[in-house]
T-cell receptor, first 113, second 115 residues
Framework: GNSVTQMEGPVTLSEEAFLTINCTYT??????LFWYVQYPGEGLQLLLK?????DKGSNKGFEATYRKETTSFHLEKGSVQVSDSAVYFC????????????FGTGTQLKVEL | EAGVAQSPRYKIIEKRQSVAFWCNPI?????LYWYQQILGQGPKLLIQ????????DSQLPKDRFSAERLKGVDSTLKIQPAKLEDSAVYLC?????????????FGDGTRLSIL
């Protein structure tokens, strides 16, 4: 079945540092890939998505590239801010019936001044 | 555009009691999802509706969980009787249609604590 593996957290960075959160997946066919962000006490918000190989999703300075050869979708940001502190979830939507999201376990990011 | 609305935000009950959660999706969204998010884990799909029909309920514990979307708009999820392991955040999401490229929009969730 489908699965998503994320690097474990928490990840603690200083403001303006470079961020990478690794995500790899297992799926049949050609899934769509997503990054969601969850702030404390809130639901998940879509951060970015990519629907086919070599697509790059981007939003609010975050980027991720759909790499089919390495089955990866790593999240990057060049300069993090304190306001980026949250839990980040990598997810995929498969090609079977329905389009349920399969999530990774989440990576907590803490950004300090 | 109003987002996905869920209520209540918090609920505390004792084991073996029953509880119900309500969700109103974004207007016009045909597909509605209920996810269970246990602390420290990613959300797991419980049930998916397309209009008022069930698309996927393969991971719904049907001996205690039930869900309905009678008029194809809002939905309720019920647990009866509750067990300690049901302590989690229950998230509702919606999307315009079913399809792997469709992003899902999430509500803020209901945090359920079982004593």
């Amino acid at each position: 079945g489908n699965s998503v593996t994320q690097m474990e957290g928490p990840v603690t960075l200083s403001e303006e540092a470079f961020l990478t959160i690794n995500c790899t997946y297992t799926a049949t066919g050609y899934p769509s890939l997503f990054w969601y962000v969850q702030y404390p006490g809130e639901g998940l918000q879509l951060l970015l998505k990519a629907t086919k190989a070599d697509d790059k999703g981007s939003n609010k300075g975050f980027e991720a590239t759909y790499r089919k050869e390495t089955t990866s979708f790593h999240l990057e940001k060049g300069s993090v801010q304190v306001s980026d502190s949250a839990v980040y979830f990598c997810a995929l939507s498969g090609t079977g019936g329905g389009n349920k999201l399969t999530f990774g376990t989440g990576t907590q990011l803490k950004v300090e001044l | 555009e109003a987002g996905v609305a869920q209520s209540p935000r918090y609920k505390i009950i004792e084991k073996r009691q029953s509880v119900a959660f309500w969700c109103n999706p974004i207007s016009g969204h045909a597909t509605l999802y209920w996810y269970q998010q246990i602390l420290g884990q990613g959300p797991k799909l419980l049930i998916q509706f397309q209009n008022n029909g069930v698309v996927d309920d393969s991971q719904l514990p049907k001996d205690r969980f039930s869900a309905e979307r009678l008029k194809g708009v809002d939905s309720t999820l019920k647990i009866q009787p509750a067990k300690l392991e049901d302590s989690a955040v229950y998230l509702c999401a919606s999307s315009p249609q079913t399809g792997k490229d469709q992003p899902q929009h999430f509500g803020d969730g209901t945090r359920l604590s079982i004593l």
